[in-house]
T-cell receptor, first 115, second 116 residues
Framework: AQKITQTQPGMFVQEKEAVTLDCTYDTSDPSYGLFWYKQPSSGEMIFLIYQGSYDQQNATEGRYSLNFQKARKSANLVISASQLGDSAMYFCAMRDSSGNTPLVFGKGTRLSVIA | DAGVTQSPTHLIKTRGQQVTLRCSPKSGHDTVSWYQQALGQGPQFIFQYYEEEERQRGNFPDRFSGHQFPNYSSELNVNALLLGDSALYLC???????????????FGPGTRLTVL
C-alpha cells in the first residue's frame, strides 16, 4: 500500500521568501509518480508539479520545484519568491506506475504568506 | 475549454436521507474519479468510472454508488446518510486508462455536503 506523510500542519512565510513543504512517502512499487496540488479556499485541487520515480532531474515548474530524494523517500515542494496568492492548502500525492490507479494524498500543509 | 464542473455547490441533508452529486468532466476526458475530503484531511478515493463501468473502488461502503452516462458525466449517490458523510466531494477527470503515470487528473471545485 502507498502512504504519504506531510508532517507540517501549517507553515508561515514572508512574501518574496522561499519556503519548503515536506513530503515523505512509502511504497513497494518500483515505479511511481509523485504530485503536488494546491487547494485554495474555493476547494478546487490545482495541479502544480509532477516527479516520476525514474526521472534523473528534479522537476521544476515556474516558481515551483520538487526536491526529490529517492533514497530518503522524500519529495519536498519548494516555492520560490512567495506571493500572497500562494496562501492555500498544499497536498502531496502519489500513484503507482500504471497511471490508472487513484491518487493517494497526504493530510496537507496550510501555507500562509505574510506581507 | 470548460473544466470539470460539479453540482450542486453546497448541500444540506439530514441523517438517513439520500443524496446525488453530479460531475461533468473536462472536455475530451472520458474517465471520472470521485474523492471524499473530510475536514482537515486529504482526499480519499471513492471510485472511478470508465466506459460507464466502475473500474476501481476505494474503501467505502455500498451506500456509496455511482453511475457514468454515455456523455461521460457521472453521478455519485449516497444512501442512508450518516453525520460522518459530511465532507467535500471532489470529482476528477482524466483521459483513458493504463496511460503513463503522469496521467493528470483535473479536479472540479467540489460539492460541500453537510449532514445534520
Amino acid at each position: 500500500a502507498q502512504k504519504i506523510t506531510q508532517t507540517q500542519p501549517g507553515m508561515f512565510v514572508q512574501e518574496k521568501e522561499a519556503v519548503t513543504l515536506d513530503c515523505t512517502y512509502d511504497t513497494s512499487d518500483p515505479s511511481y509518480g509523485l504530485f503536488w496540488y494546491k487547494q485554495p479556499s474555493s476547494g478546487e485541487m490545482i495541479f502544480l508539479i509532477y516527479q516520476g520515480s525514474y526521472d534523473q532531474q528534479n522537476a521544476t515548474e515556474g516558481r515551483y520545484s520538487l526536491n526529490f530524494q529517492k533514497a530518503r523517500k522524500s519529495a519536498n515542494l519548494v516555492i520560490s519568491a512567495s506571493q500572497l496568492g500562494d496562501s492555500a492548502m498544499y497536498f502531496c500525492a502519489m500513484r503507482d506506475s500504471s497511471g490508472n490507479t487513484p491518487l493517494v494524498f497526504g493530510k496537507g500543509t496550510r501555507l500562509s504568506v505574510i506581507a | 475549454d470548460a473544466g470539470v464542473t460539479q453540482s450542486p455547490t453546497h448541500l444540506i441533508k439530514t441523517r438517513g436521507q439520500q443524496v446525488t452529486l453530479r460531475c461533468s468532466p473536462k472536455s475530451g476526458h472520458d474517465t471520472v474519479s470521485w474523492y471524499q475530503q473530510a475536514l482537515g484531511q486529504g482526499p480519499q478515493f471513492i471510485f472511478q468510472y470508465y466506459e460507464e463501468e466502475e473500474r476501481q473502488r476505494g474503501n467505502f461502503p455500498d451506500r456509496f454508488s455511482g453511475h457514468q452516462f454515455p456523455n461521460y458525466s457521472s453521478e455519485l449517490n449516497v444512501n442512508a446518510l450518516l453525520l460522518g458523510d459530511s465532507a467535500l466531494y471532489l470529482c476528477a477527470s482524466s483521459l483513458g486508462l493504463g496511460l503513463a503515470v503522469v496521467n493528470e487528473q483535473f479536479f472540479g471545485p467540489g460539492t460541500r455536503l453537510t449532514v445534520l
